[in-house]
């Protein structure tokens, strides 16, 4: 009898701390870094980091914090310097869908937030910038290497076999033609075109006004404000604070953040992305299926 009812205390006093660990776990998961309520609206944050690839993972993010009703309002806390053009359009237009089904979205500028970086922030209700947060840089680049002269150097001879004019336009064997080259330019004043447009959407701005700055130029966070890029000035706490604001939430709010493991990849990406060696890392695709990036 006496086994028996030290098995049946044991039980009962795992059962407590397994159910004390849980209570304790869900109220740290729900006051994140600036709440006390266990439960009730939150302001969730969502950091983009380092180069743009892709962009799979923030994107379905983005839709677990819409279809979540605890999450009222996103903070996108962005320190990129940009990245290729399609996963960050992706990017943008998963922002505009978070708003469409009611919930503000607030950019938060790190370090840098340039090019494909500030691509996404104009999709949020509002953005924050420090004073010297580097941003702007709207344009699109494409690089192609001419090795025409090395092959000579070292006796290679560069065949190519085509249907089509173009087929191998940017062709690393030779010099680009005139023909191609005014395709390229075609093929990027399309894109530039596409990027002006967005940020007169998303910052309600009249188009020749944008098209003002949007020479690839670097602004700072103030060059910014005075140029209505961004709209105020002001670090991640301010941002939270303004999301919570359109959101109606009583501040502080509680905040909570996906926290992601980082692969050796990714940190290679991070420190390599804006360099030539992080060439190496970016998306190796046959000549004229090299992605355009909307870099820095």
């Known amino acids: 009898m006496r086994g ?3 098995i049946l205390a044991a039980a009962v006093l795992v059962y407590a701390a ?52 605890a999450v009222r309002a996103v903070v996108m806390r962005i320190n990129s310097p940009g990245g290729v053009v399609a996963p960050t359009q992706e990017l943008h237009d998963a922002v505009l869908r978070l708003r469409q089904a009611g919930k503000p979205v607030v ?21 924050y910038a420090n004073p010297g947060t580097l941003t702007g840089s709207i344009g699109v680049i494409m690089q192609l290497a001419n ?6 150097k070292v006796g290679v001879d560069y065949v190519v076999v085509k249907a ?49 700055f949007a020479d690839g130029r670097v602004f700072s966070g103030v060059q910014a404000r005075d140029l209505r890029m961004v709209d105020a000035l002001g670090g991640l706490e ?17 905040v909570i953040r996906q926290r ?14 804006g360099t030539a ?12 299926q090299t992605p355009l990036y909307l870099m820095d």
């Open 147 to 152: 090795l025409e002269q090395l092959l000579k």
């Open 18 to 69: 397994v159910a004390g660990l849980f209570v304790i776990s869900l109220g740290g998961l729900s006051r994140g870094e600036g709440g006390s309520a266990l439960f009730g609206p939150r302001v969730a944050i969502v950091e983009l980091e380092g180069v743009i690839l892709e962009a799979d993972d923030l994107v379905r993010e983005l839709k677990d914090y819409r279809d979540n009703a």
């Open 4 to 6: 028996r009812l030290t």
């Open 238 to 254: 301010d941002a939270v604070l303004g999301a919570a604001k359109l959101a109606g939430i009583p501040a502080p709010p509680a």
């Open 260 to 273: 992601r493991r980082l692969s050796i990849m990714d940190l290679l990406r991070n420190q390599l992305g």
């Open 164 to 212: 089509g004019q173009f087929k191998d336009i940017g062709n690393v064997a030779r010099a680009m033609t005139a023909d191609e080259r005014r395709v390229m330019q075609a093929l990027l004043d399309d894109v530039h075109g596409q990027f002006i447009g967005a940020v007169a959407a998303g910052r309600k701005l009249p188009r020749e006004d944008v098209v003002r």
């Open 277 to 288: 060696a992080g060439a190496l890392l970016r998306p190796q695709l046959p000549v004229f």
């Open 107 to 127: 950019a938060s500028l790190g370090s840098v937030a340039a090019s494909g970086g500030y691509y996404v922030a104009v999709a949020c209700d509002e953005i």
